[in-house]
C-alpha cells in the first residue's frame, strides 16, 4: 500500500470514530444510552438496520461466493421482504407499546422470568460468538495486506469499536452507520466500475453476463426440493424467512436499531426500506463477485487465493508437486481464455453452433480447473491440518490488492473496515445491553439509581467487546465467514423465533411448557446440525444449514404444545 491509500483509509476509519464519540458522548440514563433517546427517523432506523446485517463479512465473502458458486447465493434473502412486513404488522406495535428496552422483556410480561432469562442467554452465546468473527473478518485482510498477525489486527479494530460503542452508545451506533453505508456503496460501486473497465474492449456488459452465464454463474433461481442443498427458492422463503424473522424480530442487535424510532410509523417505514432494498444490495455484491471472475477468464489467477496456504505450501517437502499442479493450471488458463475469445465471437456472429460448441468447450476446462483447486487444497491440507485450505473469503481481497490503483486501494479496504466496525458496534451495543436490562439489573435485589445502571450498561460492553476479541483471536474459518454467520444464527434463532411466535400466538400455553420445549429444542438442534452438516464437507452434508430455523421454531411449537397439554391433562386428572 502507498501513503495515499494509508491517508485514506486512517483518515475515514478516524473520522467515523471521532465523529461518534463526539456527537454522543454524555448520555443522560440508560433510555438515552440505549434507545438513543428514541428520535431517530425511518431513514435513520432503515440504514442502521441495514448496516447491522451488512457486516465486513458480506463485503469480504459474499464476492468469493459468488465468483466459486454464482450468484444461487442470494436466494438465501427471499424470504427476507416478507419477514419485514410481518415484523412490522406484529412484532413492532407489540413492542412499543409496552415500551421495552429489548425485545426478552416481552417474554417475562407473557410468560415469566427465567424464559425471559433463557432467550437471552441463547442471544448472548451466539451473537457473541458473532461478534468475534465480524472482527476477524477485516484482520484477514489487513493481515494480507501488511503481514501481520491477526490477533493485534483483532485487537485494534475491537478498541476503534469499543471507543465509541463504550461512549455514546445506541444513537452513536446509528449516527455512525449512515456514514459507514455512505462508505460502503461508493466503494462498491467503484468496485464494479473498475473490474468492468479491466476487461477487454470487445466485452460489454451484456457479453460479459453471457460468459458468466456459460461458466454457470447466473443459475440464481433453482426449484429443486433437495432438502441437502444449500441455496434453493424454497429454503430462501422457508428458512430464510424464518431466519429472517428471528434475526431482525428477536435479535436484540437489530431490534435496538428499531426501537430508536420516533413512533411506530417510523420504525415500520425504516424495515420496510431495509426490505425493498437488502435484496438488490445483496444481488449488486454478487454481481461484483461475478465480474470478477469474468476478470480472471482473461487475466492470471492464483491456483489458491489464500496467501498463507500457499506461502506454506511453497516452503514444504511438497513444493514441488504444488509446482507442477501450478503450471498445469497455467496451461488451462492459455486454452480458457482461448475458449473465451472464441465464445465471445461466436457471439458477435451469432452462430448457434459455434456458440453451443465454445460453451462445451468451457465448461470442459472449468471442470478440470475445479478438479486442479481440488488437488491443490489436499495437497495444501498434507502441509498442515490447520492451514485453511478453503479460500472463498481471500477472492476478492486477491483482486483488490493486485488490481486496484493507488487511493482507491484504501477506499475499498476502509469500505470492509467500515462494515466491520458498524456490524460489531450494533453487536457489542445489544449484548451489553441485554446483559444489564434482561440478566443484571432485572436480578437486583435492592433498588439502584438509573445511574448506576448506566454505568453498569458501559462496563458489561466493554467487557462484551473484550470477550469478542479473544474469540476473534480463536476463530477459525468454516467454508466461508459469511455462511459461518448464517450457520451460527440458524442453530439458535429458530428456537427463539419459535418461543416468540407462542408468546405472540397461542396464548394457553404457558411460561413451564415454553421453557422446557426450549432447552429440548435447543439440544435437537444441535444434534442435527452435528450429525446431518457439521461431520460433512461442503456439498455433501444430508441437510441445508437453513432449514434448522424452521425445524427449530416447529419443534419447539410442537413440544410446547405437546407439554402443556399434557400438564393440563395431568391436572385434570388429579
Not at 266 to 292: A, D
Not at 520 to 545: C, M, P
Amino acid at each position: 500500500m502507498e501513503v495515499i491509500d494509508w491517508i485514506v483509509l486512517t483518515g475515514t476509519l478516524l473520522f467515523i470514530v471521532a465523529y461518534g464519540y463526539w456527537r454522543t458522548k454524555g448520555s443522560k440514563d440508560v433510555t438515552d444510552y440505549v434507545l438513543g433517546g428514541k428520535d431517530a427517523k425511518w431513514y435513520t432506523v432503515g440504514l442502521s438496520v441495514m448496516a447491522t446485517q451488512a457486516s465486513a463479512i458480506t463485503f469480504l465473502s459474499t464476492p468469493g461466493q459468488a465468483f466459486h458458486d454464482g450468484m444461487g447465493f442470494v436466494q438465501f434473502y427471499f424470504g427476507l421482504p416478507l419477514a419485514m412486513v410481518i415484523i412490522c404488522i406484529v412484532f413492532i406495535p407489540i413492542y412499543h407499546k409496552l415500551k421495552v428496552y429489548t425485545a426478552y422483556e416481552f417474554l417475562e410480561n407473557r410468560f415469566d422470568l427465567k424464559t425471559r432469562s433463557l432467550a437471552a442467554i441463547l442471544f448472548l452465546i451466539q451473537r457473541g460468538l458473532a461478534a468475534g468473527i465480524t472482527i476477524y473478518a477485516p484482520s484477514i485482510i489487513l493481515s494480507a495486506v501488511l503481514g501481520w498477525e491477526t490477533k493485534t489486527l483483532n485487537i485494534i479494530i475491537g478498541i476503534l469499536v469499543i471507543i465509541y460503542t463504550v461512549s455514546g452508545g445506541t444513537k452513536a451506533v446509528s449516527v455512525t452507520q449512515k456514514q459507514q453505508m455512505f462508505v460502503i456503496m461508493t466503494g462498491m460501486f467503484t468496485a464494479f466500475y473498475l473490474v468492468m473497465s479491466y476487461l477487454p474492449d470487445d466485452i460489454s456488459f451484456g457479453k460479459a453476463l453471457k460468459i458468466a452465464g456459460a461458466n454457470d454463474k447466473l443459475n440464481i433461481l433453482d426449484f429443486s426440493l433437495n432438502p441437502k442443498s444449500r441455496y434453493t427458492f424454497w429454503s430462501g422463503i422457508t428458512g430464510g424467512l424464518f431466519l429472517a424473522l428471528a434475526y431482525f424480530g428477536t435479535d436484540q442487535s437489530q431490534v435496538q436499531r428499531y426501537l430508536t424510532g420516533k413512533s411506530v410509523r417510523e420504525s415500520q417505514l425504516g424495515l420496510i426500506f431495509n426490505g425493498l432494498f437488502k435484496v438488490p444490495m445483496q444481488f449488486f455484491i454478487l454481481l461484483v463477485g461475478v465480474m470478477v471472475f469474468v476478470f480472471y477468464q482473461y487475466n492470471h489467477s492464483p491456483l489458491n487465493f489464500n496467501p498463507a496456504a500457499v506461502e506454506a505450501v511453497e516452503q514444504s517437502a511438497y513444493a514441488e508437486e504444488y509446482s507442477t499442479l501450478e503450471k498445469q493450471h497455467l496451461t488451462l488458463e492459455k486454452s480458457k481464455k482461448m475458449a473465451q475469445e472464441r465464445y465471445s465471437a461466436a457471439l458477435d456472429i451469432k452462430d448457434y453452433d459455434l456458440i453451443m460448441s465454445a460453451k462445451k468447450q468451457i465448461q470442459e476446462i472449468n471442470k478440470q480447473e475445479i478438479q486442479s483447486r481440488k488437488e491443490a487444497k489436499e495437497i495444501i491440507q498434507k502441509v498442515d491440518e490447520d492451514l485453511e485450505t478453503n479460500d472463498k473469503d481471500y477472492v476478492f481481497i486477491h483482486f483488490i490488492l493486485n488490481n486496484i490503483p493507488t487511493g482507491l486501494m484504501g477506499l475499498l479496504l476502509a469500505v470492509i473496515f467500515s462494515a466491520a466496525m458498524s456490524s460489531t458496534a450494533s453487536e457489542l451495543n445489544a449484548l451489553g445491553t441485554i446483559t444489564t436490562i434482561d440478566l443484571f439489573r432485572r436480578n437486583q435485589k435492592e433498588e439502584q439509581t438509573d445511574k448506576y445502571f448506566l454505568n453498569a450498561t458501559k462496563w458489561f460492553t466493554l467487557a462484551w467487546g473484550i470477550i469478542a476479541i479473544l474469540f476473534a483471536n480463536f476463530a477459525s474459518l468454516l467454508d466461508n465467514l459469511i455462511q459461518l454467520v448464517n450457520i451460527i444464527g440458524s442453530i439458535f434463532y429458530g428456537n427463539v423465533l419459535g418461543i416468540f411466535l407462542i408468546a405472540f400466538f397461542i396464548k394457553f400455553i404457558r411460561g413451564n411448557a415454553v421453557f422446557v420445549s426450549a432447552i429440548v429444542t435447543q439440544i435437537v438442534i444441535i444434534l442435527v446440525y452435528y450429525f446431518a452438516i457439521h461431520r460433512y464437507d461442503a456439498g455433501d452434508e444430508k441437510l441445508g444449514y437453513l432449514w434448522l430455523n424452521f425445524i427449530g421454531c416447529a419443534l419447539v411449537i410442537f413440544l410446547a404444545l405437546l407439554f402443556e397439554i399434557l400438564n393440563r391433562t395431568r391436572n385434570a386428572i388429579k
